[in-house]
């Protein structure tokens, strides 16, 4: 069974020897080829091995044996296990770099999160369809629906902003079409309200054994909900939404909570917050719509999967998602809205396509783990507060593209050491509090030959602070 592995940060020669368990539930994690051996609670428990120097090398391996094998790796491939060893045949290896320090790849692709492959800019270019991008992955219970970027959009990309780095995500629809909320409830709390906002009817399946419920409306903004009481015990529990043919539903809130589970049918009361961090998965069928404030407030949710049809992401839809890690934004979605992922404090990375065209006020505000931004070249607009208070953020890129940055943009970037403009125009800046708090070492990089009209540009940061380079 084939098995698969990817390194950041080091080359060829920087790692000699590979090891990887043999095949099985759980995951591994390792630093060189001096671990050979795990035991079985080490593997399962995606335990880090760090080496006599105290570093650890990134990389992951799927596989649950106690038993580690070693494999000798100079170069990206499919390699053949040694000779004797079972179970563990062949095995892809992704190796970033090729021979020296190696920085961050040009393209990267994610799967839920976690690199599965990447590849520089040439062999981006070199690639003549899209079959040559890396394969699509399998996971029980979902359908690929493909890369949330095409070949072509990754030339274009790489083309317009050749110096900045682009995460492709993989898209997913649940494969029989169902929405899925994996959720975790304490005993003493065990009876949620559920609300949705349906167009036509929707079954509810609450996981526990007991009998079906039914939600039928007819607006994708008009909520109706359901209460539903499970054991009175601590468990997790994955509720399951299907849709009749024909209907459509979207999920939906306010600004205290989300619908999604709420203590009463009141609209107003923070008791809501009771149920706040029971959420912790969600994985969506082609029924499903993401409202305002959809899951707002639900603060233990990890991940979700978002299919390929789905138009927009409704205002507020993720605020306040504390444990939120990532999200691939699908081909549909034409624009980021207003306060999407406010307060994402988990949020490391998002993969936003090709088809973003603007991002709307505070749509990033407060993500204090997000480390750089990549915004795709064909974004016209960036709003207000867009990455506000994103202490952690390090580097932004702005394409050419950009015609407008609104105010308060970057207030409170206190971690920015970086900002590349590339139109030759400098876009419109609504304030001078766009760069409120962005410490005066930040290096503004400009198109060669744009030098003074970006130095003279209204409330852009001061020449006299901050250091301009043609680039």
Not at 428 to 437: F, G, L, P, R
Request: net charge negative; charged share 10%.
């Amino acid at each position: 069974m084939a098995q698969n592995i990817s390194f950041m940060g080091a080359s060829y020669a920087d790692v000699p020897a590979v090891t990887l368990p043999k095949t099985g539930g759980g995951t591994a994690k390792f630093t060189d080829a001096s671990i050979v051996t795990a035991t079985p609670s080490d593997v399962a428990s995606g335990k880090v091995f760090v080496d006599s120097n105290g570093e650890t090398q990134t990389g992951t391996a799927s596989g649950g044996s106690a038993v580690i094998e070693a494999l000798t790796v100079t170069a990206n491939g499919t390699y053949t296990a040694p000779s004797g060893v079972d179970g563990y045949s062949p095995v892809t290896v992704n190796v970033s770099g090729g021979g020296g320090a190696v920085s961050e790849s040009d393209v990267n692709f994610y799967d839920q999160g976690t690199l599965v492959a990447s590849h520089t800019k040439a062999e981006i270019n070199a690639m003549s369809s899209g079959s040559d991008l890396p394969a699509n992955p399998t996971h029980s219970g979902l359908t690929s629906q493909g890369w949330n970027w095409s070949l072509a959009q990754l030339k274009a990309q790489l083309t317009a902003m050749p110096d900045q780095p682009v995460p492709v995500g993989q898209m997913y629809v649940t494969d029989d079409d169902k929405t899925r909320i994996y959720v975790h409830l304490e005993k003493g709390r065990t009876s949620p309200y559920l609300g949705i906002c349906p167009k036509g009817t929707v079954t509810i399946d609450w996981g526990d054994g007991s009998s079906t419920s039914t939600l039928t409306g007819t607006s994708l903004t008009s909520v109706k909900t359901v209460q539903h009481f499970f054991p009175d015990e601590t468990a997790d529990y994955m509720i399951t939404l299907a849709a009749a043919s024909g209907t459509t539903f979207a999920f939906y809130g306010t600004s205290n909570t989300a619908y999604i589970l709420r203590k009463d049918t009141s609209t107003s009361a923070n008791i809501h917050k009771v149920y706040a961090n029971a959420v912790q998965k969600i994985e969506l069928g082609s029924a499903a719509q993401i409202g305002n404030y959809a899951f707002n407030y639900c603060t233990s949710m990890k991940s979700i999967t978002v299919p390929n049809n789905i138009a927009n992401f409704g205002q507020y839809a993720f605020n306040y998602c504390y444990s939120l890690e990532f999200v691939t934004i699908p081909i549909s979605v034409a624009s980021i809205g207003a306060y999407v992922f406010q307060y994402c404090n988990s949020l490391a990375f998002v993969s936003a396509p090709y088809s973003i065209s603007s991002l709307e006020n505070y749509a990033f505000r407060n993500c204090t783990s997000l480390a750089s931004a990549s915004i795709p070249d064909g974004v016209t607009s960036i709003g207000n507060y867009v990455f506000n208070s994103c202490s952690g953020l390090a580097s932004l890129v702005i394409p050419e593209s950009v015609t407008s940055i609104g105010h308060n943009t970057c207030n409170g970037c206190y971690g920015l050491g970086e900002i590349h403009f590339k139109s030759n125009t400098p876009p419109t800046v609504s304030a001078s509090s766009s760069w409120t708090n962005v410490p005066s070492d930040c290096k503004i990089y400009v198109p060669t030959g744009s030098l003074s009209a970006y130095t003279s540009a209204t409330n852009y940061p001061s020449s006299s602070t901050y250091t301009y380079i043609e680039e």
